[in-house]
């Protein structure tokens, strides 16, 4: 089965740094979107995207989170200047009549 | 907006028989579909089970079944023959029918199956 992968599968950073979570969606897929989870809480919704374009954003993903569709094939999520509550586990997910979920990307914030 | 809840933080069963996984939602859309998903600890969000709210007969897969009751908005999983490798988080979560709908996801039950 066709898979989303992620890259990387870890990600320290300092406080302030800029970061860039990459996923790479399934081909033929036209939705993506971002979830992250911070440990032992639920599943929380960042953005969809599509058509080039953001469909939907959250309340969380505001102007320090950006996305982008660079190369027809790579999805990232930036985050500009990252706080210490940003800390937690980004999932990409591409859709065509459910959403796949790619493993992850553990972000740790110092 | 819509919500989803599982009352249930924690779940423990015996291996081998059946446990029982409850959520409720809430929702004014008629058309949307729901989702059982399974979190082990490596934290990868493996989908178990896909019901469309239009279907009135109950989605299964092998020892996976739903009860999708649409007019009291409820969506219970029950696992079946449970295995120590059902031991994990599951979360219960809703989509509406459309293009780009995102997930709304339950706070999750943990599910422990003691040998």
């Known amino acids: 089965e066709p898979e989303v992968t992620q890259t990387p599968s870890h990600q320290v950073t300092q406080m302030g740094q800029e970061v860039i979570l990459r996923c790479v969606p399934i081909?033929?897929?036209?939705?993506f979107y971002w979830y992250r989870q911070i440990l032992g809480q639920k599943v929380e919704f960042l953005v969809s995207f599509y058509n080039n374009e953001i469909s939907e954003k959250s309340e969380i993903f505001d102007d320090q989170f950006s996305v982008e569709r660079p190369d027809g094939s790579n999805f990232t999520l930036k985050i500009r200047s990252t706080k210490l509550e940003d800390s937690a586990m980004y999932f990409c997910?591409?859709?065509?009549?459910?959403?796949?979920f790619g493993p992850g990307t553990r972000l740790t914030v110092l | 907006a819509q919500t989803v809840t599982q009352s249930q933080p924690e779940m423990s069963v015996q291996e081998a028989e059946t446990v029982t996984l409850s959520c409720t939602y809430d929702t004014s859309e008629n058309n949307y579909y729901l989702f059982w998903y399974k979190q082990p600890p490596s934290r990868q969000m493996i989908l178990v089970i896909r019901q469309e709210a239009y279907k009135q007969q109950n989605a299964t897969e092998n020892r996976f079944s739903v009860n999708f009751q649409k007019a009291a908005k409820s969506f219970s999983l029950k696992i079946s023959d449970s295995q120590l490798g059902d031991t994990a988080m599951y979360f219960c979560a809703f989509m509406k029918e459309g293009g780009s709908e995102k997930l709304v996801f339950g706070k999750g039950t943990k599910l422990t199956v003691n040998p």
């Open positions: 081909s033929n897929h036209l939705y």
């Open positions: 997910a591409s859709m065509a009549f459910r959403q796949f």
